[in-house]
């Protein structure tokens, strides 16, 4: 129902360039050492590689820019969270996966925002983090990728650490090809 709703907000395109089939999730997720969320497997899965408004990417594993491939960027940042978490413990409050209730990306935008789960209990169960580029403000949204996802595009919920003019109505994906 969620991915319907979606797809209504922000049609996915006719020709996905880096679906993920089902059958290869598990590469990925040992890779990762967890199981990913099921909203963000259909997600991929049904939109591939890409931009949301030329903005917002959503990491993928069949991606080979690092700088949007899951695997490739949970290495990158766990060095670079870990390094602010120890300069800065007051502002950096969240530790980073694999910790328990650690932050694992899965976005970023042009600005350089962050967004993460929240790996408490099941992968279907993370909450969203949206940390600010270069800073330690954040927002936390109470619920999964989609629902989170379905609320910013549609602007029923505002990110404060987000651009105001993000997204465009309509809004558009854009698939890119590495």
Same mark, same amino acid.
């Given at each position: ?30 890779? !990762? ?5 099921? *909203?963000?497997? /259909? ?6 590689? #890409?931009?949301? @408004? ?48 650690? !932050? ?5 935008? *042009?600005?350089? /925002? ?6 408490? #209990?099941?992968? @279907? ?54």
């Amino acid at each position: 129902m969620k991915l319907q709703t979606l797809s209504f907000i922000l049609p996915p395109p006719i020709h996905p360039i880096g679906a993920i089939l089902a059958s290869d999730w598990a590469v990925t997720e040992a890779e !990762l050492g967890t199981c990913l969320p099921c *909203d963000y497997k /259909e997600f991929i899965s049904l939109y591939g590689t #890409g931009y949301i @408004d030329n903005f917002l990417a959503i990491f993928s594993p069949a991606s080979k820019n690092k700088f949007i491939n899951i695997v490739e960027r949970s290495k990158s940042d766990l060095e670079g969270l870990r390094d602010l978490r120890i300069s800065y413990p007051s502002q950096y409050h969240f530790e980073r996966y694999p910790a328990s209730g650690g !932050l694992l990306g899965f976005g970023t935008t *042009d600005n350089g /925002e962050i967004l993460y789960w929240r790996t408490s #209990g099941p992968p @279907d169960d993370w909450n969203v983090v949206v940390y600010e580029a270069r800073g330690p403000e954040y927002f936390e949204y109470s619920g999964n990728m989609m629902s989170f996802l379905i609320e910013l595009l549609s602007r029923t919920i505002r990110v404060p650490v987000l651009p105001a003019d993000f997204p465009d109505v309509p809004c558009a994906y854009n698939p890119i090809s590495d």
